[in-house]
C-alpha cells in the first residue's frame, strides 16, 4: 500500500534530484561551516540518523502543519539540532536521500531557533519555485512573518508617539512571538506600525529579561500617561 501523503504536502518525485543544500543562513563563515558540514555527511564521515550525541531530531510535521500552505515539501521534514557548533554556524536546508533536513544551531537562542526553523523548513517547500537563493530566503521570510506575526498582534505592542522600548519589554516582545526581537520590528515597519525612526531606534535595544518580576499598573482613574510611565519607564 502506498505511503499516505499528509495533506499539506503535494507529492515530489525526486529521481532526478540528487543530496544538495537548498538555502544557507548566515555570514560567509556560516555557509561555509554548512558546506563543509553537508559534505561531510554526504561523504559518510557522520551519521544523522540514528540520531546519537551529534544532534537533537525531531520531525517538522508540527511546523508545517502551522504554516498551512499546500508546497512541495519532502515526503520526510526533519530537523536536527547541531551541538558543538560554536557561535559561527547558523543553520541550512537540504535534502538528504531523499528527506528534507533543516539543521539549525542547538546553542542558539530559543526564539531564533524556532525562526529559523520555520524559514528553512518553508525553504524546502518553496525552493522548486524559488532557485534563487536570495528571492528564496526572502519569500520563505514572507512567509514566516505573515504565519507568526499578525499585523493585530503586532500592533498591540506599538502605539503612536512611542520613542523608547526597555530591554524587558523588547525581550517580552520576542518571546510572545518566539522570534528574535528586529524580526518583529521588521514586520511592525513593513505593516506601518512604527516609522522608520521609531524602527532605527527600537533596533538598538538589547533585549534582557528584567531582574525581577514587574506588575502591570493601571491608575484607578485608567490615565493612560500613568500607564505609560510604569510600562516604558526605567528599571
Same mark, same amino acid.
Given at each position: 500500500m502506498?505511503k499516505?501523503?499528509?495533506?499539506?504536502?503535494l507529492?515530489?518525485?525526486?529521481?532526478?534530484h540528487?543530496?544538495?543544500?537548498?538555502l544557507? +543562513?548566515?555570514?560567509v563563515?556560516?555557509?561555509?561551516?554548512a558546506e563543509?558540514?553537508?559534505n561531510?555527511l554526504?561523504?559518510?564521515?557522520?551519521?544523522?540518523e540514528?540520531?546519537?550525541?551529534?544532534?537533537?531530531v525531531?520531525?517538522?510535521?508540527?511546523?508545517?502543519h502551522?504554516?498551512g +500552505?499546500?508546497?512541495p515539501y519532502p515526503?520526510?521534514?526533519? #530537523?536536527?539540532q547541531? $551541538?558543538?557548533?560554536?557561535?559561527?554556524?547558523?543553520?541550512?536546508?537540504a535534502v538528504?536521500r531523499?528527506?528534507?533536513w533543516?539543521?539549525?544551531?542547538?546553542?542558539?537562542d530559543?526564539?531564533?531557533?524556532c525562526? $529559523?526553523t520555520?524559514?528553512?523548513?518553508?525553504? +524546502?517547500g518553496?525552493?522548486?519555485t524559488?532557485p534563487?537563493?536570495?528571492?528564496?530566503a526572502q519569500?520563505?521570510?514572507?512567509?514566516?512573518?505573515?504565519?507568526? +506575526?499578525?499585523?493585530?498582534?503586532?500592533?498591540?505592542?506599538? $502605539?503612536?508617539?512611542?520613542?523608547?522600548?526597555?530591554?524587558?519589554l523588547?525581550?517580552?516582545?520576542a518571546d510572545?512571538?518566539?522570534v528574535?526581537?528586529p524580526?518583529?520590528?521588521?514586520r511592525?515597519?513593513?505593516?506601518?506600525?512604527?516609522t522608520?525612526?521609531q524602527?532605527?531606534?527600537?533596533?538598538? #535595544?538589547q533585549p534582557?529579561?528584567?531582574?525581577?518580576?514587574?506588575?502591570?499598573?493601571?491608575?484607578?482613574?485608567?490615565s493612560m500617561?500613568?500607564?505609560?510611565?510604569?510600562l516604558?519607564g526605567?528599571?
Open positions: 502506498a499516505r501523503i499528509p495533506k499539506n504536502q507529492p515530489l518525485d525526486y529521481s532526478a540528487c543530496d544538495r543544500i537548498v544557507t +543562513l548566515g555570514q563563515e556560516s555557509q561555509e561551516a563543509s558540514l553537508f561531510d554526504v561523504a559518510g564521515n557522520w551519521l544523522i540514528p540520531a546519537g550525541e551529534v544532534a537533537d525531531s520531525s517538522a510535521q508540527d511546523i508545517i502551522t504554516i +500552505l499546500k508546497l515526503e520526510t521534514v526533519k #530537523v536536527a547541531l $551541538h558543538g557548533m560554536g557561535d559561527v554556524f547558523t543553520g541550512f536546508s538528504f531523499q528527506k528534507g533543516v539543521f539549525i544551531n542547538a546553542a542558539a530559543a526564539n531564533e531557533r525562526y $529559523h520555520y524559514l528553512l523548513t518553508l525553504s +524546502l518553496l525552493s522548486r524559488y534563487n537563493q536570495t528571492s528564496l519569500r520563505a521570510e514572507q512567509l514566516v512573518f505573515e504565519t507568526l +506575526l499578525s499585523p493585530k498582534e503586532v500592533g498591540s505592542f506599538f $502605539h503612536d508617539g512611542v520613542s523608547r522600548i526597555p530591554p524587558y523588547a525581550a517580552d516582545i510572545f512571538f518566539k528574535p526581537f524580526m518583529v520590528l521588521k511592525a515597519l513593513q505593516l506601518g506600525i512604527v522608520d525612526e524602527y532605527r531606534n527600537f533596533m538598538t #535595544v534582557a529579561q528584567a531582574g525581577k518580576p514587574r506588575e502591570l499598573f493601571i491608575a484607578p482613574e485608567g500617561e500613568d500607564f505609560e510611565a510604569q516604558f526605567e528599571e
